[in-house]
């Protein structure tokens, strides 16, 4: 690989391997795979196939057993994992946020990484960013409405605004289209299509079950199994009925219209 090459690469997963010590389960195993600058990547897998451990590598937020990984340019073992998260953007339906914080407090935390505000840390500059951030997600009028009253499509967008306060070279979504009813998906989809657009350098992976979730900005995919890697690359090439089937275990057909994925079950 060219010196130009490993300048490209946001994360890197090497022979990495996952294993459960008390049980002696392997999560995951013998993975490897490398996210670029400006890829936008879908994790695909059934329940248990390891989405989420994956994305919890890559996003510092665990320990491998074997092999190595490598996230904007410092190998997991060898860096302080809490700064090495404060420069990676990470986006969850469960994330623990105060349902009474506005949209625009909620925004400001992700300036400092932390649940709770720390006011004395947000200058006027944070701050106008911070509403910068919530109009490029197109919900500047949330900027003063509690959180816990926004719709389950505001408060997506707002956490994925809240990620971007660090600058993340890299931007993880595990589930974030969770329980969204279909206008707040489509709302979520068309955010994450213009962040492709206009940060050419963003790196993102999003984990997902349903491939009608996947923004046609999306352009490579992981299918996982088992804890293994079955198959990567670009998305019109591991999208197919055939990729499908293997990986979720029953006939499945796919088509795409317009730049969006569609995936059916078909007879058996």
Not at 207 to 216: N, Q, R
Not at 235 to 247: I, N, P, Q
Request: hydrophobic fraction near 45%; glycine fraction near 8%.
């Amino acid at each position: 690989m060219t010196a130009d090459a490993d300048a490209d690469v946001v994360a890197a997963l090497d022979a990495a391997g996952v294993h459960r010590y008390t049980t002696g389960q392997v999560i995951l195993d013998d993975v490897h795979w490398t996210v670029r600058s400006g890829e936008h990547w879908a994790l695909l897998g059934a329940n248990g196939a390891g989405k989420t451990s994956v994305l919890r590598l890559i996003g510092a937020l665990a320990h491998l057993t074997t092999g190595t990984v490598e996230v904007l340019g410092h190998r997991l073992g060898r860096v302080d994992m809490r700064e090495l998260r404060a420069r990676i953007g990470f986006v969850s339906s469960a994330q623990k946020v105060p349902l009474d914080a506005t949209a625009h407090t909620v925004v400001l935390t992700g300036h400092t990484g932390t649940v709770q505000p720390l006011w004395r840390k947000y200058d006027a500059q944070v701050r106008e960013r911070a509403r910068e951030l919530l109009a490029e997600l197109e919900i500047k009028e949330l900027e003063t409405r509690p959180y816990g009253v926004c719709s389950g499509g505001q408060r997506a967008r707002v956490l994925v605004a809240r990620a971007l306060m660090a600058e993340p070279s890299l931007l993880l979504l595990d589930e974030p289209f969770n329980a969204l009813d279909l206008p707040s998906r489509e709302d979520l989809i068309d955010a994450m299509h213009r962040l492709a657009l206009t940060r050419k350098s963003l790196a993102t992976v999003t984990v997902t079950h349903h491939l009608e979730e996947l923004s046609p900005a999306i352009g490579h995919v992981l299918l996982l199994k088992e804890g293994r890697v079955l198959t990567s690359g670009a998305a019109e090439e591991v999208l197919t009925g055939e990729w499908m089937t293997t990986c979720f275990g029953r006939p499945i057909e796919v088509s795409r219209h317009e730049g969006r994925w569609l995936a059916r079950s078909g007879r058996r």
